[in-house]
């Protein structure tokens, strides 16, 4: 499963276990969630919409966002990589990464080619023990 600015795939976790697990394995690889946004109790607060679980992860790796921000400092607007939890209609759990080299590739400048390239590795990683 993946587009032109993602990948990802489906578990075999529940989705507040998948949740827990992908935090577990970013760490793992050097990232820390700085944010969350839970789109699912957002809709409903604010628009009273029901939907299916759909949380947004907003991962971060301090080292290689110092690198990135340190090359080009408005790089922030791109950051931090986000990790999408979501239960789709048959109850079955989706965890996607965003493409760090679609969407760093943005930047268009040589020194963060491979800090993107390095991210995917990481965010790679994290897909495949969960």
Same mark, same amino acid.
């Given at each position: 499963m993946s587009s032109e600015f993602g990948f990802g795939k489906m578990v075999e976790l529940g989705f507040e276990e998948a949740i827990e697990?992908?935090?577990?394995?970013? *760490?793992?690889?050097?990232? %820390?969630? +700085?944010?969350?946004?839970d789109v699912q109790a957002t809709l409903k607060a604010k628009l009273d919409e029901d939907m299916?679980?759909?949380?947004?992860?907003?991962?971060?790796?301090?080292?290689?966002?110092?690198?990135?921000?340190? *090359?080009?400092?408005?790089? %922030?607007? +791109?950051?931090p990589c986000n990790v999408l939890v979501r239960e789709d209609e048959d109850g079955r759990t989706r965890v996607s990464f965003m493409d760090p080299g679609a969407v760093l590739g943005?930047?268009?400048?040589?020194?963060?080619?491979?800090?993107?390239a390095q991210v995917k590795q990481k965010l790679e990683t994290v897909m495949a023990a969960l």
């Open positions: 697990r992908v935090t577990e394995e970013l *760490a793992k690889e050097g990232f %820390g969630i +700085l944010t969350v946004i299916r679980p759909y949380r947004i992860l907003g991962a971060c790796n301090p080292v290689l966002a110092h690198q990135a921000v340190t *090359a080009v400092p408005e790089i %922030g607007l +791109l950051l943005l930047v268009n400048d040589p020194r963060v080619d491979p800090l993107a």
